[in-house]
T-cell receptor
Framework: EAGVAQSPRYKIIEKRQSVAFWCNPISGHATLYWYQQILGQGPKLLIQFQNNGVVDDSQLPKDRFSAERLKGVDSTLKIQPAKLEDSAVYLC?????????????FGPGTRLTVT | GDSVTQMEGPVTLSEEAFLTINCTYTATGYPSLFWYVQYPGEGLQLLLKATKADDKGSNKGFEATYRKETTSFHLEKGSVQVSDSAVYFCALSDHGGSYIPTFGRGTSLIVHP
C-alpha cells in the first residue's frame, strides 16, 4: 500500500513570502494531521481533520497559517506571510479513524527554511 | 494540558548493550501511549503502543509497559544493534482529554559496533 505522500520535500523562501505544502494520505484514511517539528523538538500538532471537517486547530497560528482538506482526501497547508521562526519540518500524517488508539502513518515531511 | 517528558540524548551504547529510554507523561484523561521511531532520512513510524494500564507493547525486540501508577512508558531492549540507531519519540493521545496527539522531544540513540 502506498504511504503518505508530501511535496515539496524542501523549500527555501524569504520572510514575508508565502508557501504551500501538499499532502496525500493513505487511501481510506479518514483522519489527517499536520504537524510542525522544529529542530530538536517533537512534532507539534497544527491541525487535525476528520474527512473534510476540522477536529482541532487550537494550535494553528491562524493569522498566518491556513489549511484545507477539500473532498476529504488530500490537503494543503499554507503560510502567508512566513516568518523566520516558521523554519521547521512540516509533517503530514494520517490514520484510519480519529480515535486516540489508532496508529498514525507519517509522510517524509517538507523541510522549510525561511531566510 | 497533556505533556510527555523524555530523557535527553544522545544515548550512546555499544552493540548488544541493554537499552532504556525513560518516558513519563501527564494527561487529563486516559491516554493511549506510543513509541515512534525515526531512522536517518526517513519519516516517523510506529514502533509499539499500549492503550490501557498494565498493557505491554512490543515489536522488534523493544518493549514498553503502560504504568499508570508512575505515569511512565519506558522503552527497553535487551540487546541493541547498530541498525537501532535512530531518534525515538514517546507520544500520547488522550481519550478523555483534548484528543490532541502530544509528542516528547525525542531521544537520539547511537549504537557503536
Amino acid at each position: 500500500e502506498a504511504g503518505v505522500a508530501q511535496s515539496p520535500r524542501y523549500k527555501i523562501i524569504e520572510k514575508r513570502q508565502s508557501v504551500a505544502f501538499w499532502c496525500n494520505p493513505i487511501s481510506g484514511h479518514a483522519t489527517l494531521y499536520w504537524y510542525q517539528q522544529i529542530l530538536g523538538q517533537g512534532p507539534k500538532l497544527l491541525i487535525q481533520f476528520q474527512n473534510n471537517g476540522v477536529v482541532d486547530d487550537s494550535q494553528l497560528p491562524k493569522d498566518r497559517f491556513s489549511a484545507e482538506r477539500l473532498k476529504g482526501v488530500d490537503s494543503t497547508l499554507k503560510i502567508q506571510p512566513a516568518k523566520l521562526e516558521d523554519s521547521a519540518v512540516y509533517l503530514c500524517a494520517s490514520s484510519l479513524e480519529t480515535s486516540p488508539s489508532y496508529e498514525q502513518y507519517f509522510g517524509p515531511g517538507t523541510r522549510l527554511t525561511v531566510t | 494540558g497533556d505533556s510527555v517528558t523524555q530523557m535527553e540524548g544522545p544515548v550512546t551504547l555499544s552493540e548488544e548493550a541493554f537499552l532504556t529510554i525513560n518516558c513519563t507523561y501527564t494527561a487529563t484523561g486516559y491516554p493511549s501511549l506510543f513509541w515512534y521511531v525515526q531512522y536517518p532520512g526517513e519519516g516517523l513510524q510506529l514502533l509499539l503502543k499500549a492503550t490501557k494500564a498494565d498493557d505491554k507493547g512490543s515489536n522488534k525486540g523493544f518493549e514498553a509497559t503502560y504504568r499508570k501508577e508512575t505515569t511512565s512508558f519506558h522503552l527497553e531492549k535487551g540487546s541493541v544493534q547498530v541498525s537501532d540507531s535512530a531518534v525515538y519519540f514517546c507520544a500520547l493521545s488522550d481519550h478523555g482529554g483534548s484528543y490532541i496527539p502530544t509528542f516528547g522531544r525525542g531521544t537520539s540513540l547511537i549504537v557503536h559496533p
